[in-house]
Antibody, heavy 118, light 110 residues
């Protein structure tokens, strides 16, 4: 069955870089978009960006200058890297599978809580 | 960016109908589809897809849930409401990038 699981550091210091891995099973990354969505107390649910089935990316301009999404199809993994973290980046980070036809996120990972604090 | 507006909270009695609205500041229709989707989120859990493209029931979702609307006005209906339906419900548009979400409607039981 379709499964997604995020793994990440939990605690990151301000100005540092956040790295999260989403490991998927039950489907191929070359057939679906993979999105990153975060949920913060200040802004609720925010779409951060996605990587298409073909490997190209799109980013929310809110994060564009400091966000990178990549993947390793051989390992069934998608990666989020965001630098220059601020306390406002504290929240839960989700990866989600998206369809290129319906453009809907049909499966979500459980999320990983990230706290930005010194 | 497309802004989605939802009422913050709704209280409904068990067995009654709950209607949750979502209004957008731009049309989210495109080539015959309305790119509006609904999710349910319970505390400590990830969002769960309920309805996609405005009115299509996601796999495994009970028929008590339904969606309708087009253009800029959309509704999610739960009929009849069960105790397990207490949650926050979010609408999300995927017509334009950045995809955006509403602030959520918290459904409570009277």
């Amino acid at each position: 069955q379709v499964q997604l699981k995020e793994t990440g550091p939990g605690l990151v210091q301000p100005t540092q870089t956040l790295s999260i891995t989403c490991t998927v099973s039950g489907f191929s990354l070359t057939s679906y978009y993979m999105q990153w969505v975060r949920q913060t107390p200040g802004k609720g649910l925010e779409w951060m960006g996605f990587i298409r089935s073909g490997g190209s990316t799109e980013y929310n301009s809110e994060f564009k200058s400091r966000l990178s999404i990549s993947r390793d199809t051989s390992k069934n993994q998608v990666f989020l890297k965001m630098n220059s973290l601020k306390t406002e980046d504290t929240g839960v980070y989700y990866c989600a599978r998206g369809s290129s036809t319906t453009r809907v996120y049909d499966y979500w990972g459980q999320g990983v809580m990230v706290t930005v604090s010194s | 960016d497309i802004v989605l507006t939802q009422s913050p909270a709704l209280a409904v009695s068990l067995g009654q109908r709950a209607t949750i609205s979502c209004k957008t500041n731009q049309n989210v229709d495109y080539y015959g589809n309305s790119y509006m989707h609904w999710y349910q989120q319970k505390p400590g859990q990830q969002p769960k897809l309920l309805i996609y493209l405005a009115s299509n029931l996601a796999s495994g979702i009970p028929a008590r849930f339904s969606g309708r609307g087009s253009g800029t006005d959309f509704t999610l209906t739960i009929d009849p409401v069960e105790a397990d339906d207490t949650a926050t419900y979010y609408c999300q548009q995927s017509r334009n990038l950045p995809n955006t979400f509403g602030a959520g409607t918290k459904l409570e039981l009277k």
